[in-house]
């Protein structure tokens, strides 16, 4: 089965940055999509930021300007640079991959366990 494990997170201070990543592994062959997602307490999960496999991206309105995600094709690891974070990024991020495994030409959406991002001074 495919797994995606999610690291980086932690508790930083406003205005801190933080670089989360996500590696894929398992049974892959390839992969479409990769992005990231956040929920709070109390909030719907939400789209952060998603990336394509020729590189094009999309962010929310919400973190343009301050994160970037990029992939490492090579490595089936995608990563989010969350720079001038503030108290309303805390939340638990989840890392999502759209990928096709050895086994089946079906595309399927698969999930990491989240990691807790704390912004907090």
């Known amino acids: 089965q495919v797994q995606l494990v999610e690291s980086g997170g932690g508790l930083v201070q406003p205005g801190g940055s933080l670089r989360v990543s996500c590696a894929a592994s398992?049974?892959?062959?390839?992969?479409?999509?990769m992005g990231w997602y956040r929920q709070a307490p109390g909030k719907q999960r939400e789209l952060v930021a998603a990336i394509v496999s020729d590189g094009n991206t999309n962010y929310s309105e919400a973190v343009k300007g301050r994160f970037t995600i990029s992939r490492d094709n090579a490595k089936n690891t995608v990563y989010l640079q969350m720079n001038s974070l503030k108290p309303e990024d805390t939340a638990v991020y989840y890392c999502n991959a759209v990928l096709s495994t050895s086994g089946s030409s079906r595309y399927r959406s698969y999930w990491g366990q989240g990691t807790q991002v704390t912004v907090s001074s």
């Open positions: 398992g049974s892959i062959f390839s992969i479409s999509i």
